[in-house]
């Protein structure tokens, strides 16, 4: 697979965006993808917000094992990040979620009180592009406030978004300038992190299948029926047999046995399964 990046211009014009409105900010919610959480961590997002309280969102955990989630919990815990997880589809952690908040900017508010001043909490909402902050935004607000999407790249401007004592600033979802830990950036590609058009599908997949076949060879059996002790290639075979992706003139087509097994994996069809 080639090497993997992906930094559009309207990135750079998303940080300078951020850097300018971080005054405006009493802290941060950064938005991680469960399956990833590792490599949904933009360090240059971390060094611009150094100075900003950060709530790390562990989001999608419908997606992975709870055994997993709570083992990443411990990891930020250890690392001194204060962290919560949240499905956008569970009320309670979103509720939960919300307490975070609260919690995290407790002392910003009680000195606000102190001084006579009771204006909303203000957070910037961050994270790689479609590891859903939109999604969450309005699981918070418990509506359609914000601009949702499937793919990278959906929000490209800034949007405020007022809730009760609350006021969310939604920004564009932004990738490091460049991966130097190419089994994240792989990480990324296999979740839709970044943009489908630049990508290798055949590839992509016969990547995924090679780490899935390592590391949870019995869900390849479950959902293809395959022998996942195999190599890929025969693994890729049995799936294309197993599925009917047979082109025409009756050889295996690849192509769509690619964009199945990544949509199967994305949509938690395979399994609930966490990359790192």
């Not at 300078?16 to 949904?40: H, W, Y």
């Not at 995290?104 to 102190?114: A, D, F, I, M, Y």
């Not at 992509?204 to 059996?221: D, Q, T, V, Y």
């Not at 046995?257 to 790192?276: M, N, P, T």
């Amino acid at each position: 697979m080639e090497r993997l990046q992906w930094y559009p211009g309207h990135m750079t014009a998303a940080f300078r965006m951020m850097q300018e409105n971080l005054k405006a900010v009493d802290g941060v919610i950064m938005i991680l993808d469960a399956r990833a959480p590792f490599a949904s961590l933009n360090p240059k997002l971390d060094g611009l917000f150094k100075d900003k309280k950060i709530l790390y969102v562990l989001n999608k955990t419908d997606l992975v094992q709870k055994a997993d989630v709570d083992r990443v919990l411990k990891a930020f815990s250890l690392d001194g990040k204060k962290s919560v997880a949240v499905s956008a589809f569970d009320k309670k952690a979103v509720a939960g979620l919300l307490r975070g908040i609260f919690s995290l900017l407790k002392e910003k508010s009680e000195r606000n009180k102190k001084k006579g001043l009771f204006a909303p909490l203000r957070v910037m909402v961050a994270g790689i592009p479609n590891t859903g902050k939109s999604t969450v935004i309005n699981a918070l607000c418990g509506g359609r406030r914000a601009v949702v999407g499937n793919k990278a790249g959906v929000t490209r401007g800034k949007q405020w978004i007022r809730l009760n004592d609350l006021e969310l600033l939604d920004t564009p979802g932004t990738m490091p300038p460049a991966f130097d830990n190419q089994e994240y950036a792989k990480h990324l590609a296999y979740i839709g992190c970044m943009n489908d058009a630049n990508l290798d599908f055949s590839d992509m997949a016969a990547e995924l299948i090679g780490e899935l076949s390592a590391k949870h060879p019995e869900l390849l059996r479950e959902r293809y029926g395959v022998d996942a002790s195999k190599g890929v290639p025969e693994i890729l075979d049995g799936i294309c047999a197993r599925r009917g992706f047979i082109t025409k003139g009756g050889e295996f087509d690849y192509e769509r046995c690619a964009a199945g097994v990544i949509d199967d994996f994305r949509k938690g069809r395979i399994g609930k399964i966490i990359l790192e």
